[in-house]
């Protein structure tokens, strides 16, 4: 049987609010023990790897602690081998993702005159913090985004992601963060090209502009489901349509 390895993005794809679409839990499943690689392949920077970890255990996908690429990762990457001097970063996060973040990482957080600064999905972000961010970014200092999804899905419908954060940010002081760290960016997309050397690789996920972008620039076989933010098909040269990610993992 030829080995697969199969990117699978989470929110919207494999389920919503953390609970499991029908079938997925059993069909991620038998595709393990069918002897192909799954790694979860997430633009959330709310979580922290090891609640991924955790959180993925018990809702009964099959998961490691390396199953799991984040945008956290893909940053950590990026300051390890940077060759701009930034020593002190300031990570607007939760305590977990902070920790994971700055573990092994030769750099401070010293927060009151940071290098740069790494914008997550902080869903504790308050506006005392917001409005310091602001004035630390009109004074000249950088910013970083993990990810630029506008929107995260839930069973109530979308709420701001990363990307709408960055782009208050931007409507307020009129400055563009440099770069960011998700899908479907350089960053993301050469960090996860390594899973994929000579095997047949899937990217799976629910969001054209994220997913399918980063999937065709890898030159994997690309599947948008209609279970999260794309709600129909359309014809784009290198990515298929499946109505949910179960009727895609049944062709394998």
Known sequence: MERNVILC?????????GVPFDGIVESLNKLEQNGNDIYYMTNNSSLSINEYTQKLGEIGF??????IISPI???????????????NIY????DSVKDEFFHGLQVTSDKSA?????????????????QKICEWINDGIPYFLTHIDLSCPTAKGPIPDCGSIGELIFKTTNIKPI????KPGDHYSNFISKYIKNSNAYV????????GDVGVKI??????????ETKEPSSIEGITFYDTAVDFFDTL
Do not use: W
């Open 114 to 130: 940071p290098d740069c600064i790494l914008m997550t999905f902080n869903k504790g972000l308050s506006y005392a913090e917001l």
């Open 179 to 182: 770069d960011h760290f998700g």
């Open 73 to 87: 990762l893909t940053a950590k990457s990026y300051f390890k081998s940077s060759t701009y001097e930034y020593k």
């Open 9 to 17: 993005d989470l929110d919207g794809t494999l389920y919503q609010d």
């Open 219 to 228: 030159g994997a076989k690309t599947i948008i489901v209609l279970t999260g």
């Open 204 to 211: 799976v996920g629910d969001r054209i502009y994220t997913d």
């Open 91 to 94: 990570v607007s996060g939760s």
């Open 62 to 67: 099959p998961c490691a602690k390396d199953s």
